[in-house]
């Protein structure tokens, strides 16, 4: 989809959203996956970066597969029930934490009586079944793999409480080289509209893709929830972030958000 327009494109696999900005600037990637909160605290930061294209959103549609699951024997219920507990994070300010404090700061719960500790996804149903922490936040594969051993169950699939279709994940640029390279901009976005396509027409094909890209195993491709895609970001989308990240302290001012997006 991208060759047939003109791109060569060679996608890089990076260990950590955090550094997806800082590769930007320094050139050495030029589109990135951030996360928003990722993305807010760059601009904060200094950084030059700015969004020019949506990619996976919210799906409120999608109540399975993910949430905070808490160990068997917890006795968790409710958000306030998390209070003095310890619940693993993939990674601390990133996009399922930040969400879940909201979640909990909506439900009446104070996020900061919360003892979040970072657990890798793919060790989360080890460390919870140790007992090392309470709860998690998942999502597929890895949260039916808890949920089938018993080691833990859904206390809430808390992203469905959060506003529909808000942005996961934006693609993003330095902006000098956005400004440069319009045309393939407009090639990347075509080529993404092109492929949101075939994975609503074709998801059995798509998850077989999945595959050949990840080497999942079979079993653990079919559990995965295909995303849902937008390629057009609102200013409204960062605002809502921004003002996330702010209640969290994460940033201490707002951003012009109707200048971070390209279109």
Same mark, same amino acid.
């Given at each position: !989809?991208?060759?047939?327009?003109?791109?060569?494109?060679?996608?890089?696999?990076?260990?950590?959203?955090?550094?997806?900005?800082?590769?930007?600037?320094?050139? %050495?990637? @030029?589109?990135?996956?951030?996360?928003?909160?990722?993305?807010?605290?760059?601009?904060?930061?200094?950084?030059?970066?700015?969004?020019? /294209?949506?990619?996976?959103?919210?799906?409120?549609?999608?109540?399975?597969? $993910?949430?905070?699951?808490?160990?068997?024997?917890?006795?968790?219920? %409710? *958000?306030?029930?998390?209070?003095?507990?310890?619940?693993?994070?993939?990674? =601390?300010?990133?996009?399922?934490?930040? !969400?879940?404090?909201?979640?909990?700061?909506?439900?009446?719960?104070?996020?900061?009586?919360?003892?979040?500790?970072?657990?890798?996804?793919? @060790?989360?149903?080890?460390?919870? #079944?140790?007992?090392?922490?309470?709860?998690?936040?998942?999502?597929? *594969?890895?949260?039916?793999?808890?949920?089938?051993? +018993?080691?833990?169950? =859904?206390?809430? &699939?808390?992203?469905?409480? !959060?506003?529909?279709?808000?942005?996961?994940?934006?693609?993003?640029?330095?902006?000098?080289?956005?400004?440069?390279?319009?045309?393939?901009? #407009? $090639?990347?976005?075509? /080529?993404?509209?092109?492929?949101?396509?075939?994975?609503? /027409? #074709?998801?059995?094909? %798509?998850?077989?893709?999945?595959?050949?890209?990840?080497? =999942?195993? &079979?079993?653990?491709?079919? %559990?995965?929830?295909?995303?849902?895609?937008?390629?057009?970001?609102?200013?409204?989308?960062?605002?809502?972030?921004?003002?996330?990240? @702010?209640?969290?302290? !994460?940033? #201490?001012?707002?951003?012009?958000?109707? +200048?971070?997006?390209?279109?």
């Amino acid at each position: !989809m991208f060759a047939k327009r003109g791109l060569d494109v060679t996608p890089v696999l990076i260990a950590l959203n955090s550094t997806i900005p800082s590769a930007l600037v320094g050139g %050495s990637i @030029q589109i990135g996956g951030t996360t928003p909160p990722v993305l807010l605290q760059a601009v904060e930061g200094g950084l030059d970066v700015v969004v020019i /294209a949506g990619g996976a959103v919210n799906d409120v549609r999608n109540t399975d597969g $993910a949430g905070v699951v808490a160990r068997i024997g917890t006795g968790i219920k %409710s *958000p306030r029930d998390f209070e003095g507990r310890r619940v693993g994070v993939p990674g =601390l300010g990133a996009y399922m934490h930040v !969400m879940f404090r909201r979640w909990l700061t909506e439900h009446g719960a104070d996020y900061k009586k919360v003892n979040f500790v970072e657990v890798p996804l793919a @060790q989360a149903g080890d460390i919870l #079944k140790s007992g090392n922490v309470d709860a998690v936040l998942v999502g597929e *594969p890895f949260y039916s793999r808890i949920v089938r051993a +018993r080691t833990g169950y =859904l206390v809430a &699939p808390y992203f469905i409480e !959060m506003p529909d279709s808000l942005f996961a994940i934006y693609y993003s640029s330095n902006t000098d080289w956005a400004k440069r390279n319009p045309a393939a901009i #407009k $090639a990347f976005r075509e /080529a993404l509209a092109e492929a949101s396509a075939y994975l609503a /027409a #074709k998801p059995a094909l %798509s998850r077989q893709i999945l595959g050949r890209a990840t080497r =999942l195993p &079979p079993d653990v491709v079919e %559990s995965v929830v295909l995303p849902t895609l937008k390629l057009t970001v609102p200013p409204s989308d960062l605002r809502w972030w921004a003002e996330t990240l @702010q209640s969290q302290g !994460m940033i #201490k001012a707002m951003p012009n958000t109707d +200048r971070l997006v390209i279109n």
